[in-house]
């Protein structure tokens, strides 16, 4: 079973970039999916992008496509969203999920996701 711990999380203005980081250990990272998510208060928990071992494709959400960029090095065992751009509204708890599994039209999903992180802060003033 994986542990994942965010990092990186923060205050920035408005039109700022932050990276945060996703450290994986007690599992084969390379063999898990990896999936951003973010919730903001009173909202539910939206998927942002995705990484998928089964076709080694990265899949972004609508609002983020353009601004926000998933990487990760199985070296190191580490998953990377960089964002740019960011917007007041973006405000929220970030997470990092893994999934044994990647289904390509509903990798958003929360339930898919088996471990999970313990989400980081990003407030966005604007």
């Known amino acids: 079973q994986v542990q994942l711990v965010e990092s990186g999380g923060g205050l920035v203005q408005a039109g700022g970039s932050l990276r945060l980081s996703c450290a994986a250990s007690?599992?084969?990272?390379?063999?898990?999916?990896i999936a951003w998510f973010r919730q903001a208060p009173g909202k539910e928990r939206e998927g942002i992008s995705c990484?998928?071992?089964?076709?080694?494709?990265?899949y972004y959400a609508d609002s983020v496509k353009g601004r926000f960029t998933t990487s990760r090095d199985n070296t190191k065992n580490l998953m990377y969203l960089q964002m740019t751009n960011l917007k007041p509204e973006e405000t929220a708890v970030y997470y990092c999920?893994?999934?044994?599994?990647?289904?390509?039209?509903?990798?958003?999903?929360?339930?898919?996701?088996?471990?999970w992180g313990q989400g980081t802060q990003v407030t966005v003033a604007s």
């Open positions: 990484f998928s071992v089964s076709d080694g494709m990265t």
């Open positions: 007690g599992g084969t990272f390379s063999a898990y999916t």
């Open positions: 999920a893994a999934a044994w599994n990647f289904f390509a039209t509903t990798w958003y999903k929360p339930s898919l996701y088996d471990f």
